[in-house]
């Protein structure tokens, strides 16, 4: 009897073993492939990262192209005021083109500052690559945070690439031999400042029906009287105000200078282009409030 039991137990010691090791190899191969696939998703992790701090990074630089063109833009611009004055010819005395002069510079600081915008976001871009390069150095960042992040930055450039970029073209300072004559657009309606109400006048006072006109040593200053003036709409030149200057006004003496109220620029480009269709020279300013005509060797000028 104690043989057989001593068999019995040596049967069960020889099972055991390979069952120990057959499960112990199962269990090392488990771990050996979760390490294995851990390796291997962090590396695609890795790769992406790399390819969209490239991509931000070129993003800068053309930016960076971008704001220097518009600097140098404005640097031409700044050059060109400078080299061209006013010229006095012995011909006939010349206006002198303040009007035009405001125009430009108006147009130049509008220019520098959409040069100030492009700085400040290009500012902002890098900041925003330098927190995504920091995130990515940062070990502990999960993959769906940065995807996260990577996906806001995306929409906020593809907003910013959609904004309608404003082409803006200054008017150039040229010789004058004409006499000038005042027109207003204000609140949707075309005031005369000068008297146009005849035709082939040498010197053209001012239209007090619509306007009053105080006279000081060296200047006039000139208030639109409210509610007065024509509407501008499509046909208004076959009629009113409108009818008479395009009538009255003699195109091969004489150029009109508008001033223009912020709230009617629609109207103005209606009149400006019947105006530039009927052969007239013009210049325009934006004008708030009272208008002061200098007095400058007789000839009237903004």
Avoid at 22 to 33: E, N, R, V
Avoid at 165 to 187: I, Q, S, W, Y
Wanted: aromatic share 6%; net charge neutral.
């Amino acid at each position: 009897m104690s043989r057989r039991r001593e068999e019995q137990a040596s049967s069960l010691d020889l099972l055991l073993g390979p069952m120990c090791n057959t499960f112990g190899g199962i269990l090392f191969i488990a771990i050996l492939l979760v390490i294995l696939s851990h390796t291997a998703g962090s590396a695609v992790v890795d790769e992406k990262q790399r390819g969209e701090r490239a991509r931000r990074e070129l993003q800068v630089t053309e930016q960076n192209a971008e704001l220097v063109r518009l600097q140098q833009e404005a640097l031409n611009l700044a050059r060109i005021l400078q080299r061209h004055p006013p010229a006095n010819t012995n011909t006939s005395p010349p206006v002198v083109p303040l009007v035009a002069l405001q125009s430009m510079q108006a147009s130049n600081a509008v220019i520098l500052t959409d040069v100030e915008k492009q700085r400040l976001s290009l500012l902002q871009l890098r900041q925003e690559a330098d927190q995504l390069k920091k995130a990515m150095e940062n070990r502990f960042a999960t993959k769906a945070d940065l995807e996260r992040q990577m996906a806001q930055l995306d929409k906020q450039y593809q907003t910013a690439s959609k904004k309608e970029v404003r082409t803006l073209r200054l008017p150039r300072l040229h010789d004058v031999n004409k006499r000038t004559v005042f027109m207003a657009v204000k609140g949707g309606r075309l005031c005369p400042i000068s008297d146009i109400s005849k035709a082939n006048e040498w010197r053209r006072g001012y239209d007090t029906t619509y306007v009053t006109v105080e006279a000081g040593p060296h200047h006039e200053t000139v208030s639109l009287r409210p509610a007065l003036g024509q509407h501008i709409e499509a046909g208004s030149e076959r009629e009113g105000v409108f009818q008479q200057m395009l009538a009255n006004v003699d195109s091969k003496a004489e150029y009109i200078s508008f001033m223009v109220d912020p709230d009617s620029f629609a109207e103005f480009n209606y009149v400006k282009n019947v105006a530039i269709k009927a052969g007239f020279e013009y210049i325009w300013a934006p004008s708030e409030g009272s208008i002061r005509i200098v007095k400058a060797e007789s000839v009237d000028a903004l």
